[in-house]
């Protein structure tokens, strides 16, 4: 499982997005901060035909919920099964997410 | 119709189209024109007349200003464009009537213009500016236009309404019913349960069906006050009351699938807790709804967002034939945007003007004496109710 980047706000220590440079509770300087790559698929869809530039279609985008209270967006890793695939199912970043393209994992069950 | 929260001061009193195609082959000014002056010669008035101009686009069309001067308004004493997609003709509409209120003008043309199938077509082009940091994450992913980023919200509503593909498919069969009825609908083809099921996923949930089709062309309604309106060649349509609401935590864009935390409602239950205060209506009260689809599922968070049908009931209430021409609540009775085309709502409120006027040729709702419009999908959105002149 590999870290996840976040941000915390330094003020408050409210979790944001990784993109809220200015926390929106408080208004407070956010920081980078890790956070361990691990939550539950809330919402998902796979792409069958891509409008932009993507052309390795399909693919599944996941919409996560980590564990620590931020919802990240990211892709179900491609050699991940997917017949798992639902709201609640819990995930893993994997080893080769990067911090602009997360990705995940449904966990073994 | 008690309420009023407007007092019914504004009225629509012509609506004009351009023909809708897939290549109109001329320019958007000129679309943009001919649907103004369309509108202006159905309320039987000149041009010169009119003395404002409001519209919406989202990098995709013509200033109001530009189309003041082609469509020969001249003299003009509001202009108002506004960057924003779907969620806003009934939002325009309720501006437009603050700035009648507020005497800035007292006879204003809304139009909504774009060659959406030749020309830029939504999501496949970039927004001119400096991209926001969530537009960079959402490439990267290739979560890139509208039909990925709601599917993810219909996902999460068929999982926690109990909904299936079937609900989807009831929205699509039931308008394409409606289809066959208005000629200026672009897909008029009947289609079956099985054929919905045949047609290829684009992003799931959505299959190729549930999407919106793509048009070039225009439409405008003209608006005034209701005292100038009874003095005009068509029976007015009064705006008896709206509501623009932007729920709890927006985002950054439309696009935005991070901040909002509950995917299986969208602005509409923000929106339904004014409305019907605002109106003085219940929802079933209404007898026509247009309810804003851009994909068959805004039509099932429309259904229940605004209190028509409870949780989890869309699917039913749709299948009953309760939205069909002769049932409780018709729905989208041009087709909706999927079978008509994506002239972004602007011409489902045209739609319930001609409702409400008996002019929908074999789709006419007996008896409609009020409509429901609704604009929008994602986070914010707004709707307004429209009534005969009573």
């Known amino acids: 499982m590999a870290e996840i980047s976040i941000r915390r706000c330094h003020d408050c220590g409210n979790a944001t997005r990784a993109d809220d440079e200015r926390c929106p509770r408080c208004g407070g300087e956010t920081r980078t901060a890790g956070t361990e790559g691990e939550g539950v698929v809330y919402s998902w869809t796979t792409v069958h035909r891509s409008l932009g530039d993507s052309v390795d279609t399909p693919y599944t985008?996941?919409?996560?919920?980590?564990?620590?209270?931020?919802?990240?967006?990211?892709?179900?890793?491609?050699?991940?099964a997917d017949d798992r695939l639902a709201a609640g199912a819990p995930v893993v970043s994997c080893a080769h997410s990067r911090e602009d393209r997360l990705e995940f994992a449904l966990e073994s069950s | 119709m008690s309420g009023a929260g407007l007092g019914g001061g504004t009225a629509i009193v012509g609506v004009g189209y351009t023909d809708f195609s897939t290549n109109s082959g001329r320019s958007v000014l000129s679309l943009a024109s001919d649907a103004v002056r369309a509108a202006i010669a159905d309320a039987g008035l000149e041009p010169s007349a009119v003395n404002g101009v409001a519209t919406y686009a989202v990098g995709d069309s013509v200033p109001a200003q530009a189309v003041a001067h082609s469509a020969g308004i001249g003299e003009t004493d509001y202009l108002l464009d506004l960057y924003m997609g779907g969620q806003a003709p009934a939002y325009l509409l309720l501006q437009v009537h603050a700035a009648l209120s507020a005497r800035l003008a007292d006879t204003v043309v809304i139009f909504r213009a774009l060659n959406g199938r030749s020309g830029l077509r939504v999501g496949r082009h970039k927004p001119s500016g400096p991209p926001a940091p969530a537009v960079e994450t959402r490439t990267a992913l290739g979560l890139e236009a509208y039909p990925q980023y709601i599917a993810m919200w219909a996902q999460r509503f068929l999982h926690d309404t109990g909904a299936t593909e079937e609900d989807l498919a009831a929205v699509v069969l039931a308008q394409r019913e409606y289809a066959q009825l208005n000629e200026r609908a672009i897909e008029r083809r009947p289609l079956t349960r099985e054929q919905y099921f045949e047609s290829p996923y684009i992003s799931t949930p959505f299959r190729a069906v549930d999407c919106t089709r793509e048009v070039d062309g225009a439409?405008?309604?003209?608006?005034?006050?209701?005292?100038?309106?009874?003095?005009?060649?068509?029976?007015?349509?009064?705006?008896?009351?709206?509501?623009?609401?932007?729920?709890?935590?927006?985002?950054?864009?439309m696009g935005d699938v991070v901040s909002w935390r509950d995917y299986s409602r969208n602005c509409m239950s923000h929106v339904g807790r004014k409305l019907w205060n605002d109106v003085g209506l219940r929802p079933r009260d209404v007898d026509v709804a247009e309810l804003y689809d851009c994909f068959s599922s805004s039509v099932l968070f429309a259904l229940e967002g605004l209190g028509i049908t409870e949780r989890g009931g869309a699917g039913d209430f749709i299948r009953s034939g309760a939205t069909s021409l002769t049932g409780e609540l018709p729905v989208n009775t041009h087709g909706g945007l999927l079978s008509e085309g994506y002239l972004h709502g602007m011409n489902s409120l045209a739609e319930a003007v001609l409702q409400l006027r008996g002019e929908a040729g074999a789709r006419t709702v007996a008896g409609a004496e009020t409509a429901l419009v609704t604009s929008g999908a994602l986070m914010d959105g707004s709707a307004v109710v429209l009534g005969k002149e009573g």
Do not use: F, H, Q
Not at chain 1, 61 to 80: F, K, M, W, Y
């Open chain 2, 219 to 253: 439409c405008a309604i003209v608006v005034t006050t209701a005292e100038r309106a009874r003095s005009l060649r068509k029976p007015p349509v009064r705006l008896l009351g709206g509501a623009y609401a932007a729920g709890g935590s927006v985002g950054m864009d």
């Open chain 1, 61 to 80: 985008v996941l919409s996560v919920d980590l564990r620590a209270g931020v919802r990240v967006l990211g892709r179900l890793c491609a050699e991940s």
